[in-house]
């Protein structure tokens, strides 16, 4: 039986980032989704991750589209070169497991 590394709010949040911009709602929607339940972010922990990453060097923020409900401008994330490095590795890995 093999053993499968635990997948943390980092690596999954780079790993759905691969796919391209995503706004917040959508990045908790696919990190949930990719990891099958197994982490849930909430707006605090999902921003706690996105300033980690982006310390990093490994994603960025851009100014999107305006909110039609609340007339703000809508944060998208999206990956640098870094971190789609760090991407292809997570999913190479994950594949492998897979495999």
Known sequence: MSQEPSITPQTALL?????????????????????????????????????SLESAGLIERRC????KRTGL????????????TSAVEILAASLTRKG
């Open 64 to 67: 999107g589209s305006i909110d």
């Open 15 to 51: 790993r759905v980032l691969i796919t391209g911009e995503c706004d917040g709602p959508e990045v908790i929607r696919k990190v949930r989704d990719w990891t099958e339940g197994k982490i849930e972010l909430d707006e605090r922990s999902l921003a706690e991750t996105l300033a």
């Open 73 to 84: 401008a809508r944060n998208t994330f999206a990956l640098t070169a870094a971190g789609h």
